[in-house]
């Protein structure tokens, strides 16, 4: 008896010395986790450097809830980084395009504050409350002088490598917002498709390249010369600009310039592209009668999407010479076709199911 009330104490004895170790642990575990405990705050602004060069200290991408971006083409940015819920204010001309619309609903109700270049409501876009705005060095200008708002210029004046020049467009509005996985999945977009152009026509002998002339607004007599995106796009396209001899000093802003019925006549181009009217407008007018693709009934519209396509947009960068090489060399791309090619860059870019009355709007069927 006294041995098994021995054992009993000992084993009690036990017991508690253990539950005491135990306790104890316990209790410095929960003073670890108290005095390892950091607490950090997310920054609240970015340094960028714009595509002017210039170092400017705006909101960080989370901060970023209203944005005015006030140069047309590049508006489709937002839609490609997927930032266009951000848009406060925009320009007069966006506005014009149903596409757009249909896309975005919202863009209608957006302010227009940018008529022209240099022409901005400032009164409008402070009541926008706008906490970035984005735009061209002369817009810029415009806002600077007149309001307090942090802006970002982008480049509008390169003349060469301009399709490099859109990729680096696109990553820094991807670096601003902090979307750039968007941003690269663009990049990787328009690369494989001007690839595939590339190499579909790398054995198209020189001379047997076709000559086309984009021919703008109601006389047709305006068209972009050598050194602009568009003679860019023409040679990506595998075709060469009519117009590539006319010198980009004597262009207007963007690289327009308006020539003779005389110039046209002298370069009798294969392919005529219109922004204006339609291609029985010229197959009607006896002045144009002598031209090549008029005889031949080889004058087409101008493609128009979310913004029309003579503009340097992400959209046009990268269906404009794809649209172009098909239309000239179709036997070469005969597992391809364009209704094909915009569903899919709506689709995996812009997040939107085009129908295929979207698209013969886009090409003008």
């Known amino acids: 008896m006294k041995r098994y009330f021995l054992l009993v104490t000992s084993l009690i004895m036990a017991l508690a010395i253990l539950t005491t170790t135990l306790s104890g642990c316990s209790t410095n575990n929960t003073s670890t986790s108290t005095t ?3 607490t950090t705050s997310a920054a609240t602004t970015q340094t960028i450097t714009d595509m002017d060069g210039r170092s400017v200290t705006i909101p960080a991408p989370s901060l970023l809830h209203n944005v005015a971006v006030l140069t047309s083409p590049q508006i489709i940015d937002m839609y490609v980084i997927g930032e266009q819920s951000k848009l406060c204010a925009v320009t007069n001309a966006v506005k014009q395009w149903p596409l757009l619309k ?3 609903p919202r863009i209608s109700s957006v302010p227009a504050v940018r008529s022209s270049a240099a022409q901005i409501n400032t009164e409008a876009l402070l009541q926008s409350n706008p906490d970035l705005c984005i735009g061209s060095q002369t817009d810029m200008q415009v806002v600077e002088k007149a309001t307090s708002i942090p802006c970002l210029e982008i480049a ?14 696109v990553n820094f509005f991807g670096k601003v917002f902090g979307q ?24 198209l002998p020189q001379d047997q390249k076709l000559k086309v002339y984009m021919g703008y607004n109601a006389d047709h007599l305006t068209t972009y010369g050598g050194s602009t995106f568009m003679d860019e796009w023409i040679s990506t396209a595998g075709c060469v600009n009519a117009a590539h001899g006319i010198s980009p000093q004597t262009a207007s802003e963007g690289g327009l310039s308006t020539i003779s019925m005389e110039q046209i006549l002298s370069w009798n181009p294969d392919i005529i592209v219109l922004d204006t009217g339609k291609p029985s407008d010229l197959y009607n007018d006896p002045a144009w009668s002598k031209v090549s693709a008029v005889q031949n009934k080889k004058v087409y519209l101008l493609p128009v999407g979310m913004f029309m396509w003579d503009r340097p947009s992400p959209e046009a960068a990268a269906m404009m010479p794809k649209w172009l090489s098909l239309t000239a060399y179709p036997d070469r791309f005969k597992n391809t076709d364009m209704t094909t090619e915009l569903k899919k860059f709506f689709n995996d870019i812009i997040g939107y199911n085009l129908t295929d009355a979207d698209v013969k709007s886009i090409l003008g069927q």
Do not use: M, R
Not at 156 to 166: G, R
Not at 182 to 196: P, R
């Open 36 to 38: 390892t405990t950091i």
């Open 102 to 104: 249909e896309i975005d």
């Open 156 to 169: 509008t004046n390169q003349t060469s490598n301009f399709i490099q020049a859109q990729i680096d467009e």
């Open 180 to 203: 750039q996985d968007k941003a690269a999945k663009y990049v990787a977009y328009l690369n494989n498709t001007t690839s595939s152009v590339t190499s579909a026509l790398a054995n």
